[in-house]
């Protein structure tokens, strides 16, 4: 079945530093990829997301890009702020199934 | 519109007693799911439903059931409750999970001691 992969599990940067999370999929039918965060204590909230018709998209300081050859795809977030403390998932889905299969996670620490 | 409801938002339940978990969305969602999420874990799907009345398991199906009648609610019951079941389970829902993302609820906490 589909299987996503998501690395690293932890992420410590200075604060103004980017970061970059990344996940591979199995399934050459995905599509669809997500990202949630999940600060502590909360529900995941989507962040962006991307169709497997773009390579790139960018909503002011977090991007996602998408290599479907290598059926990878990486979030990339610019001048990180403490605030962008929290833990990321990666998602991905196809058109022939009901579900997103999720990566297991990256703990993100913005230290100020 | 109110998104993805959960209620209780914590519980604390003895070995072996019952409970139903609720979750209802008011966005028209043929799609739902409910999640648990262990301490510093991922996501674990448990049960979904692609519609009223149609319902499948996820990869940790075993000591619940879920039913689905109305579009609105997707209900998760615990009927034996085990120590093993203590987590924090997220109901959500997607109008389509191909190419719409799921929203998902607060969450109920649930403790079994």
């Known amino acids: 079945g589909e299987n996503v992969e998501q690395h690293p599990s932890t992420l410590s940067v200075q604060e103004g530093d980017s970061a970059v999370i990344k996940c591979t999929y199995s399934d050459s039918a995905s599509n669809y990829f997500p990202w949630y965060k999940q600060e502590l204590g909360k529900r995941p909230q989507l962040i962006i997301d991307i169709r497997s018709n773009v390579g790139e998209k960018k909503d002011q300081r977090i991007a996602v890009t998408l290599n479907k050859t290598a059926k990878h795809f990486s979030l990339h977030i610019t001048e990180t702020q403490p605030e962008d403390s929290a833990v990321y998932f990666c998602?991905?889905?196809?058109?022939?199934?009901?579900?997103?299969?999720f990566g297991t996670g990256t703990r993100l620490q913005v230290f100020p | 519109n109110a998104g993805v409801t959960q209620t209780p938002k914590f519980r604390i339940l003895k070995i072996g007693q019952s409970m139903t978990l609720q979750c209802t969305q008011d966005m028209n969602h043929n799609y739902m799911y409910w999640y648990r999420q262990d301490p510093g874990m991922g996501l674990k799907l448990i049960y979904y439903s692609v519609g009223a009345g149609i319902t499948d398991k996820g990869e940790v199906p075993n000591g619940y059931n879920v039913s689905r009648s109305t579009t609105e609610d997707f209900p998760l019951r615990l009927e034996l409750a085990a120590p093993s079941q203590t987590s924090v389970y997220f109901c959500a829902s997607t109008d389509n999970p191909s190419i719409q993302p799921q929203h998902f609820g607060d969450g109920t906490r649930l403790s079994i001691l």
């Open positions: 998602a991905a889905s196809s058109y022939n199934t009901d579900k997103l299969i």
